[in-house]
Structures are given as structure tokens and as C-alpha cells.
């Protein structure tokens, strides 16, 4: 049978672009089918082009192609009919709006997310904004720019609290000088039922910490219940509250940006409102992968990109089918506002450590003359440090506009197997990274004598014995 790719991805996240620069590098031929929706980036496209890959935007569609004979394949531990054949039909409308079909040996779903409509009294005879991805951020800003001053929003709110999205796009708008307000209908930021209880909270926490520090005003269970407009304002009422705005952004429980019924029609199974995979990433249908917003609500891009190239690598080698290793993930920076995690969680420091712990932190510290001005002199930073019982720096989860700056040196650190010790001893730490280690210390040593009363009355004994 003739096919003409090896593999076609569809999305345009940097994910997709991922999948597709491993693809052409172990010499398949790939296509990468973008929405025509968005618009292109050529910067992050154009050495696309030049290593051979195709890049098609348009609508998609899968097309079973029916064969004559089925038969059985093996899909986990049982057996099941295979299904027929898939092939990508394409809708240009930058072609004349002309239609072909592609057939391709394998596929890679990496969709975008899209922001649900919450179910409130008045919204869809209200002025919104839907926020789905960090594409619809700098798309939305970029048309704020382009209003007179006179007319451009002095208060925000933004709602969600379940996504990166939500939260980061509340404090681009509180960066931008503008009143903003999160609201969640949820007991907490980023809670989410895919990720594992610890490592959730301990998350969860740290977010909590940065967005206080920034002064970011949080209403959490809060869900809105009606929206009305009173003349160039808004109107929000929530269960208990009642607030005023002059727009409304909803970037609240994400969602794979499918053609659903097309792909049930297809056979392929959802779990949810996501798609079912196995453990190698691979659909009910053996030809289709999936990754990204199509497994779960989550917007990480590390998280993302990690999936995309395990399913890139299982579908160029099906026999040796890999699992994602989310361990292996090490950190990953979101946009502006920085999420940062090098080595272990406490979870997972758990699992080698029994009696690691885990120290939250949040430090106040002066940005470079190279820093964007903010509203302030200081850039708020939010840690959670996992050390062992000894001091030995085993990871840390860093949230803040300037937590690439501190990868480098915590990644040096748990490399050496260094302790708590040796980071405040040691010299050449930037400003950031030396007021971090500095309340780090001063935070475990009082954890440490407070665990250790008899170290601590000897030391006390010892001290009076030389004062006579």
C-alpha cells in the first residue's frame, strides 16, 4: 500500500512542532496539519520547512478506508477486530478552499485546549472572552493594544483557577497595571483530580504563595451564578458575592479541541471528555496516538512535549512501545509567569527518602537591571525545596517571573548530592538565588533544632559550662 507520510501530526503547540522535528530527524516523512485559525508563526515554522516537513493548515477529518478482509489484532492483553484503515481528509481554505485526502501510515494528535462556557444565568447575552491556550493570551492582548487609551479595561476578571492558563493570564493583566480578580468555583488553584494527592498540594501551595505575593486578589469557591451588563460594565454575582468589571475572561476547565463525533464515528474510545489511551499513548484505533490537551485538562508544556515524543518515538517503533516517564521531566518554564521544577518532587523523594521533607518559601528579591519594569522593585518568588533528613537537596519546584534563573543553580546543587550546608557556604550566587538559600537555611536549621531537643539542650549546657 502507497502512503504518502510516515506520520502526520496535527496542532500547532510547540508539542506538535516537537514530534515532528524528531520525526524528520529519523527520516520519516511527516506532515504537520495546523489550524487554519491561527495564525502562522513563522518563526518557530520556518526550519520546519526547510527540514522537509510539510506544513498543511486546514480543517481535518479522519475518513475510515475500508478494506476487504479483517482481522484480529492485539491490543493490550486481549483481541479485538481491527478497525479499517484511517485516512486525513484536508479543507484548505487558504487553497481555494480545496479538499485531499492524505494517508499516512501513522498519526499523533496534539491538540489545543478550548475553555468550557460555564452554565450561569445571563452569560451568552454578555461580552466575554474565552481563553483557551496561551495563543488566545497574546491574542487577546494584542487587540487590547490596539484600543485607545480611553477605552481600554481598568479591571479584569478571570475565570478559572483549574489551569496555568487562568492563572498566568491573571498576572500578565496584573503585570499590565489593570485591577484583576481570580475566581474559581474550586476549594483551590490548580486542583485537579489527573494529579497525585502530594504533589497536588504541594503545588497547589506554592502557586498560592506566588499569587499572594504579587497581590493577586483569589475568590475561591466562588462559582459565578449570573452576569449582566450595566452600561459599558459588568456585572458578576457569584453565591455570595457581587462584583463589577469591565471584562470577562473565562478560561475555566479545559478541553481537548476535537471533533468528537468524528472520532467516536472513527471507533475511537474517550474516557470522559478526553480521549482513552494505553500506556504507550496509542488510541483504541492503532494507527491514531494521542498526547497533550487530548489525554487530560492539563496546559504544561513540558508535560505536553514529553508525550508528544514518547508517542513520536512509539509510532516510528511500535514494537517497542514506551510509557511516559513524567518523572524524567525535570522542569519546564510557562511563558511569563515561570513554573520551574529541577529533580524530585516530595513524592518521589518519598519513595527513596522516607523522612524527606519539604520547606515552602516566599522571598521578596531584586531584579537585574535587565528585568522588565514591574510594579515594584522586587520579583516575588515562590519554592518548595525537598530536602532529605541530612540537608541534602533532592529537588524544588520554583513558581515566579524569574524561576529560569534558579534552575542552574539548584540543578548544580542536587548533582553534587550537595547539602543545605554547602549552598550557604558556597559563593557566586546571584541575587536571587542567594536570598532564597539564605531564608532556605534559616528555615531548616529551626526545623532542625526543633526536631532535635537533646542537640539543642546540649549545645545550650555546653555554652553555660564556658560561661562559668
Not at 502526520?8 to 506538535?16: D, L, M, Y
Not at 478550548?114 to 474565552?130: E, I, K, Y
Not at 458578576?236 to 468524528?262: G, H, S, W, Y
Not at 557556604?425 to 541575587?431: F, Q
Request: glycine share 6%; hydrophobic share 40%; aromatic share 6%.
Amino acid at each position: 500500500m502507497n502512503y504518502d507520510y510516515d506520520l502526520v501530526i496535527i496542532g500547532q503547540r510547540p508539542a506538535a512542532i516537537a514530534a515532528a522535528e524528531l520525526a524528520a530527524t529519523w527520516g520519516a516523512r511527516v506532515a504537520l496539519v495546523m489550524s487554519p485559525d491561527r495564525s502562522p508563526d513563522t518563526v518557530a515554522t520556518a526550519h520546519l520547512a526547510i527540514a522537509g516537513i510539510d506544513l498543511i493548515r486546514g480543517v481535518y477529518q479522519f475518513v475510515p478506508r475500508f478494506r476487504r478482509r479483517r482481522r484480529s489484532v492485539i491490543i493490550g492483553m486481549g483481541l479485538r477486530n481491527s478497525v479499517d484503515q484511517m485516512d486525513l481528509q484536508i479543507h484548505e481554505p487558504e487553497r481555494n478552499h480545496r479538499s485531499r485526502i492524505l494517508r499516512s501510515r501513522r498519526y499523533v494528535l496534539a491538540p489545543d485546549a478550548r475553555a468550557t462556557v460555564p452554565q450561569c444565568s445571563g452569560l451568552d447575552r454578555t461580552p466575554h472572552v474565552l481563553i483557551g491556550n496561551r495563543t488566545d493570551i497574546r491574542r487577546w492582548l494584542a487587540q487590547l493594544d490596539d484600543q485607545a487609551i480611553d477605552e481600554q479595561p481598568r479591571r479584569a476578571i478571570v475565570y478559572g483557577g483549574r489551569s496555568l492558563v487562568s492563572l498566568e493570564l491573571a498576572m500578565m493583566l496584573l503585570d499590565s497595571g489593570l485591577e484583576t480578580r481570580l475566581i474559581t468555583a474550586d476549594s483551590a488553584l490548580l486542583a485537579s483530580e489527573g494529579d497525585t494527592e502530594t504533589d497536588a498540594a504541594s503545588l497547589i501551595r506554592i502557586w498560592q504563595l506566588q499569587a499572594i505575593a504579587n497581590g493577586l486578589n483569589c475568590e475561591l469557591n466562588q462559582a459565578i451564578v449570573n452576569v449582566q451588563p450595566l452600561g459599558r460594565e459588568l456585572v458578576v454575582q457569584t453565591k455570595t458575592e457581587k462584583f463589577t468589571t469591565d471584562v470577562l475572561l473565562i478560561a475555566d476547565r479545559l478541553m481537548p479541541d476535537l471533533d468528537r463525533r468524528n472520532l467516536q464515528t472513527c471507533g475511537l474510545t474517550f474516557s470522559g471528555e478526553h480521549l482513552w489511551v494505553d500506556r504507550g499513548l496509542r488510541t483504541s484505533h492503532p494507527q491514531i496516538y494521542a498526547c497533550a490537551a487530548a489525554l487530560r485538562g492539563h496546559d504544561a508544556e513540558s508535560i505536553a512535549t514529553h508525550e508528544a515524543l514518547i508517542a513520536t518515538r512509539n509510532t516510528l517503533t511500535p514494537w517497542i512501545a514506551q510509557a511516559p516517564n513524567y518523572r524524567a521531566i525535570s522542569w519546564g518554564i510557562v511563558a511569563r509567569f515561570g513554573l520551574a521544577r529541577v529533580g524530585l518532587n516530595l513524592e518521589q523523594a518519598k519513595g527513596l527518602h522516607s523522612d524527606a521533607i519539604a520547606i515552602d518559601l516566599s522571598v521578596q528579591a531584586p531584579t537585574g537591571h535587565d528585568q522588565l519594569p514591574r510594579r515594584d522593585h522586587n520579583s516575588p518568588i515562590a519554592a518548595q525545596v525537598v530536602l532529605s533528613a541530612a540537608g541534602t537537596i533532592l529537588g524544588a519546584t520554583i513558581i515566579g517571573d524569574r524561576a529560569a534563573d534558579l534552575i542552574v543553580p539548584f540543578s548544580w546543587m542536587i548533582g553534587q548530592s550537595a547539602s543545605i550546608d554547602d549552598w550557604q557556604t558556597g559563593s557566586g550566587l546571584d541575587s536571587i538565588a542567594g536570598v532564597l538559600s539564605d531564608q532556605l537555611y534559616q528555615t531548616w536549621r529551626d526545623r532542625w533544632w526543633q526536631s532535635h531537643p537533646g542537640w539543642r539542650d546540649r549545645v545550650r549546657s555546653w555554652f553555660d559550662d564556658q560561661r562559668g
